[in-house]
């Protein structure tokens, strides 16, 4: 015939939600990125980008979506930093006047 169970049954085990730490590094890319710094932003974001998204990799830390924004900005704004700064040597800066006697009287 059939038995009874006396045993009790074992109930699932919870774990408590532990949040994943976004990485600082991407943090930092996307920021740097976007103030640009007239170049050197954008170089020190696209740098901090590569690195975080390689960490991310290592560690399983969130970000890797912020670290490839900060690369693809850092892009963007590098060509623009560039473009303004070839803008100013060209139309700014630079020897503006007549002839080349040097006199000047």
């Given at each position: 015939?059939?038995?009874?169970?006396?045993?009790?049954?074992?109930?699932?085990?919870?774990?408590?939600?532990?949040?994943?730490?976004?990485?600082?590094?991407?943090?930092?890319?996307?920021?740097?990125?976007?103030?640009?710094?007239?170049?050197?932003?954008?170089?020190?974001?696209?740098?901090?980008?590569?690195?975080?998204?390689?960490?991310?990799?290592?560690?399983?830390?969130?970000?890797?979506?912020?670290?490839?924004?900060?690369?693809?900005?850092?892009v963007i704004t590098l060509l623009f930093a560039?473009?303004?700064?070839?803008?100013?040597?060209?139309?700014?800066?630079?020897?503006?006047?007549?002839?080349?006697?040097?006199?000047?009287?």
């Amino acid at each position: 015939m059939s038995r009874l169970q006396t045993g009790t049954r074992a109930e699932p085990a919870y774990t408590q939600y532990q949040p994943r730490r976004t990485n600082r590094m991407a943090i930092w890319s996307l920021v740097l990125s976007i103030i640009t710094l007239g170049g050197l932003g954008s170089i020190a974001g696209i740098w901090l980008g590569a690195r975080a998204r390689s960490r991310i990799r290592q560690t399983g830390e969130d970000g890797d979506g912020l670290a490839l924004a900060g690369i693809i900005i850092g892009v963007i704004t590098l060509l623009f930093a560039i473009g303004y700064w070839v803008f100013v040597a060209k139309y700014v800066g630079g020897h503006h006047g007549g002839g080349g006697t040097g006199g000047g009287y």
